[in-house]
């Protein structure tokens, strides 16, 4: 897999990683006491992207705003996701011009 490739699958991954943080944040919003989780991005040396995921003492108070987190990070792997396509494509003209 080339660079573009991996970059874009850490890319698309951490989206993912988001997408499951607001999701839990919107099942567990109705349960009293709930906290919300988080995912926090973070550049890695040499290119792509590390993910940790945190509790946070902050309660649920608008669900609200992990739906449009959600919406936001469905973005961003679609992106990812073009991407990573694209190099696939580019990868496959260039194999068939070598045969």
């Keep these: 897999m080339t660079a573009i490739g991996r970059f874009s699958y850490a890319g ?3 989206q993912m990683a988001r997408m499951d ?3 839990q944040n919107v099942a567990a919003a ?3 006491g709930a906290t919300r ?3 926090q991005l973070s550049t890695q040396a040499g ?3 590390q993910v940790k995921l945190s509790a946070s003492n902050a309660p649920i108070t608008t669900p609200g705003v992990d739906l449009v987190v959600s919406k936001d990070a ?3 792997y679609m992106a990812n996701l073009a991407l990573f396509k694209g190099q696939v494509r580019a990868h496959d003209a260039l194999l068939k011009l070598k045969a």
Excluded: D, H, L, S
């Design 74 to 76: 469905q973005n961003g």
């Design 30 to 32: 109705p349960v009293k």
């Design 21 to 23: 943080a607001a999701a």
């Design 47 to 49: 290119g792509g992207v």
């Design 37 to 39: 989780e988080e995912a």
């Design 12 to 14: 698309m991954t951490a």
